[in-house]
């Protein structure tokens, strides 16, 4: 029996693990999907949770949920890779071979990169809306706030989802005009780039936001 190892089950890995379940002869072939979380986050939806269009629970799945039968999963840390000998090492001192290896981690953000942005302000007055933790904190902040300047900063590059500081721009000129408070709200897009959009990934950022604002 050869061996197909996923090592990640977010978006990536989840959509390999269905893709390659398909196409590889269940006799030949055993599946097996690593990753450390259990729960699956639907990370465009962190977007519209300062919003309130989305709750936390909306965005929040149990990534079994999405592996077809056939595959298994193992939820464990990875501790090393040894590619000479064709193995993975996990946390719990496990260690898995394979013959075709699928690497699917993803991204994390990195705030401690930039000097004082994780200070005493952290999720007081300075927010992420790439963690579930940076939504829900900012969410809370918006249902109190009377207004002033809001400033949504591009420290750096890459990030995940280019265009979606701009997109936030635009949910929070709707939402505070809603509110009836868009006078009191001076709001500031601010990017190292010489241009509002990247050259890339745009069209997939808008379609993903776009569907999911209209299946809600």
Known sequence: MKKLLILGAGTGGTIMANKMRKELPREEWSITVVDKVKNHFYQPGFLFIPFGYYKKEDVIKPKQNFFPV????????????????????????????YDILIIATGTKINPEETPGLKGELWYKNVFDFYTIEGAEALAGFFKTWDGGNLVVNIVDNPIKCPVAPLEFSFYADAFFSERGMR???????????????????????WEVSLRTRILK
């Open 183 to 205: 006078d009191k709200v001076k709001i500031s897009y601010v990017t190292p780039l010489s241009g509002a959009f990247t050259s890339q990934g745009h069209l997939n950022c």
């Open 70 to 97: 056939g595959v298994e999963s193992v939820f464990q840390s990875i501790d090393r890779i040894d590619i000479e000998n064709n193995k993975v090492f996990l946390a719990n001192s496990e260690v898995l071979g």
